[in-house]
């Protein structure tokens, strides 16, 4: 365990923030999500509600809707929080893929707010500013097919 994941795991938030211009944001992403999922500390996503009150960015709502879809499905109320990181990102930038593909992911789960028309004005969205992207092969309740992330955009957010 890193610095980095010590500060946060003491509640010493500060600290870990003070460490996040030193990493690069997948590296940021991999340690919260992997430590919210092994740890099941709340002390994890607390500290990106932290950070995102010292910063609020579209990245940062990305780490909160994957700490609470993978690390804390059994809470309850964790998809329709994550839901709310996800309009929140369409507040910030209505133009963001990640944001809007993050709409078509959290709108197709039942336990979210989320409605097929969320899912249809998202798909429609990247369908107007990203009208070649394998993500508008994805039907209403589906997921995607791993080789179909290779060959969008979404795979940008894997390499940066």
């Not at 365990?1 to 690069?24: P, Q, R």
């Not at 197709?108 to 028309?117: I, L, R």
């Amino acid at each position: 365990m890193t610095g980095f994941e010590e500060f946060i795991l003491k509640g010493d938030f500060n600290s870990a923030y003070n460490l996040i211009d030193t990493m690069k944001a997948r590296e940021i992403s991999e340690k919260l999500i992997a430590n919210s999922i092994f740890d099941k500390n709340l002390l994890i996503y607390g500290f990106v509600a932290y950070a995102l009150l010292r910063k609020e960015t579209i990245a940062l709502h990305s780490i909160a809707i994957d700490i609470l879809t993978n690390a804390y499905t059994d809470v309850e109320g964790a998809y329709e929080l994550a839901y709310c990181h996800v309009k929140r990102q369409l507040e910030l930038d209505n133009t963001s893929f990640e944001a809007l593909s993050n709409m078509m992911f959290l709108s197709a789960f039942p336990d979210t707010s989320g409605t097929q028309e969320d899912f249809n004005w998202a798909k429609e969205r990247i369908a107007e500013l990203y009208p070649n992207d394998s993500i508008l092969k994805v039907e209403y309740g589906e997921g995607m097919k791993p080789e179909d992330v290779k060959k969008s955009k979404m795979a940008e957010f894997d390499n940066d």
